[in-house]
């Protein structure tokens, strides 16, 4: 079995919000060789200032390119890129589809022997919308592929480095005096502290589970409406929290979205966010070996931490 400090890894969609956390985790076990690939100019600038030890590529994993060579010599791979949010559906082809197709053949052609793949929980979500079916196609994708791989499917994620979800809302309730929330509230989320989840990716690098696919989800269930309040007591934010009808949230989204091409929240993340969804809770800190870190401490370490904690992603 191979040692953190002999392994070469890439990491595609390393500038986001897994790669981010999960990169320095990779150091902290001696992981010295990291090729870390990713398309946003600025959120890639950001990963190679934090991180100037490692192999930082900036490239569109859609179109091949000299980025394929970083592949050689490799030994695992975790496929981690992702479109989250959009409007139309072009995005969600490109980046989950196609960008995946072009991965996964430099990966073969090199021969690379452990994938960790991050689909999403929304593959068993009863939601219909482009994230949905393009996350559900990159997962068959890759699982048809022929490579050894381990597939995970987290639920909502927060954590230092998110640039939509919670951090996103945390940014707005801090400059807002009010902050909305559509309907009663009452929408049941499984969140997941991405901290944790890195610590699942490096455990099923150091044990290769191929063939195997986990659902990962959050340990504490939360209403939505609850789970902001959570945020803001660790943020410590003013804003009150008001509810507004459902039917007039979507349409302040869709205003908005006139204004904004790439909108951090789209009505279709509305539609998801109420759809009754509740995810497998699976054994996975015993499967993994890893504590689970308890809601309130991870929304403090997340907004509070004096190193991470203010460095903000684009869009």
Not at 146 to 158: E, I, S
Not at 183 to 206: H, K, M, N, T, W
Not at 233 to 243: E, F, L, P, Q, Y
Request: glycine share 6%.
């Amino acid at each position: 079995m191979l040692s953190f400090e002999d392994r070469r890894i890439v990491v595609t969609g390393a500038a986001g919000l897994v790669g981010q956390n999960l990169i320095p985790r990779l150091k902290q076990r001696g992981c010295r060789h990291i090729v870390a690939i990713d398309k946003h100019p600025a959120n890639t600038r950001t990963l190679a200032r934090l991180h100037p030890d490692i192999t930082i590529i900036e490239a569109d994993l859609a179109e091949p390119g000299d980025w394929q060579d970083a592949f050689a010599g490799a030994d695992t791979l975790v496929l981690n890129h992702a479109q989250i949010g959009a409007i139309h559906e072009a995005p969600f082809l490109r980046n989950n589809i196609t960008a995946t197709e072009t991965v996964l053949a430099a990966a073969k052609r090199h021969g690379i022997g452990t994938v960790v793949h991050m689909s999403s929980s929304v593959v068993n979500s009863i939601a219909h919308d482009f994230y949905t079916e393009s996350k559900k196609a990159q997962e068959a994708l890759v699982v048809a592929n022929g490579l050894p791989v381990c597939v995970l499917r987290p639920t909502l994620m927060f954590g230092w480095f998110d640039r939509k979800h919670l951090g996103w809302l945390a940014r707005f309730m801090r400059r807002m005096p009010l902050f909305p929330v559509p309907g009663s509230g009452r929408y049941l989320r499984q969140p997941l502290y991405v901290g944790d989840f890195c610590d699942i990716i490096i455990a099923a690098i150091e044990r290769p589970r191929p063939g195997e696919a986990f659902n990962i989800t959050g340990q504490q269930s939360i209403d939505y409406i609850d789970l902001i309040r959570a945020v803001k007591t660790a943020v410590g934010a003013k804003a009150a929290i008001v509810r507004i009808p459902y039917s007039l949230f979507w349409l302040l989204l869709t205003i908005y979205a006139l204004f904004d091409r790439n909108p951090p929240f789209t009505t279709k993340q509305l539609e998801a966010l109420v759809t009754p969804d509740v995810f497998e809770v699976i054994d996975w800190p015993g499967l993994f070996g890893v504590t689970p870190t308890p809601l309130a401490e991870a929304l403090t370490t997340t907004f509070r931490d004096p190193t991470y904690a203010t460095i903000e992603l684009e869009f």
